[in-house]
């Protein structure tokens, strides 16, 4: 069973800090990792997306990658109230024709004023 | 604007009465999936579709029914909804990439 792991939280931290958020995944074929940010009763919504492993940075959001440990984090610096929300990690498995996407539980992060 | 849209965004029906949500995507997506999300168990994918005429399941699709007679449209429907499947429904669409776009959601309760 190909799984992605997330720590549910809450995780809170004050506004102004760094949140880290982890995720591990166990199918080593995996080449595409996503990270989705959903507020309560809404969609999804798309913030980082890596492919190769280290570092990549989108403003206040960075994400890194390390396929040999099949690990993947989401930083985000400065962090603000609005960034309250669940945090949820994706990662894509071969299933032949299907473009599958295998999801984390979601980590679900609250930013102190 | 690019976007995936959903219809209706909420329902409350009947066991046993058939229902149809409606699901479209003006991005020209080859792929599109509809997934449901219950607390605990995060996003299940129900089915999926490569293209036009091309459908298979997902991980959970008992009890439900897709087309795709149109690359724009991927209705999910339910021909006798039931109690269980009272939950947070969401289409998705995906371009080249494995990129993800979704809907804004369906709330569905069956009683």
């Known amino acids: 069973q190909k799984e992605v792991e997330q720590n549910s939280g809450p995780l809170s931290v004050p506004e102004g800090a760094i949140a880290s958020l982890n995720c591990t995944y166990s199918?080593?074929?995996?080449?595409?990792f996503f990270w989705y940010r959903q507020y309560s009763g809404k969609s999804p919504e798309l913030i980082m997306s890596i492919y190769s492993n280290g570092d990549k940075e989108d403003g206040r959001f960075t994400a890194q990658l390390n396929k040999a440990s099949q690990y993947v984090s989401l930083l985000i610096r400065d962090s603000q109230p609005s960034d309250s929300a669940t945090y949820l990690c994706?990662?894509?498995?071969?299933?032949?024709?299907?473009?599958?996407?295998?999801w984390g539980l979601g980590t679900s992060l609250a930013v102190n004023p | 604007e690019a976007q995936v849209t959903q219809n209706p965004r909420y329902l409350i029906t009947v066991t046993g009465k058939k229902l149809t949500v409606t699901c479209s995507q003006n991005m020209n997506h080859e792929y599109m999936s509809w997934y449901r999300q219950d607390p605990g168990l995060g996003l299940r994918q129900i089915y999926y579709?490569?293209?036009?005429?091309?459908?298979d399941k997902g991980d959970v699709p008992e009890g439900y029914k897709v087309s795709r007679k149109e690359k724009r449209n991927f209705p999910l429907i339910l021909e006798s909804p039931s109690p269980n499947q009272t939950s947070l429904y969401f289409c998705?669409?995906?371009?080249?990439?494995?990129?993800?776009?979704f809907g804004p959601g369906t709330r569905l309760t069956v009683t």
């Open positions: 994706a990662v894509n498995v071969n299933a032949g024709n299907n473009r599958k996407l295998i």
């Open positions: 579709s490569m293209n036009v005429e091309v459908t």
């Open positions: 998705a669409s995906t371009g080249t990439s494995t990129k993800q776009y």
């Open positions: 199918d080593r074929g995996s080449q595409s």
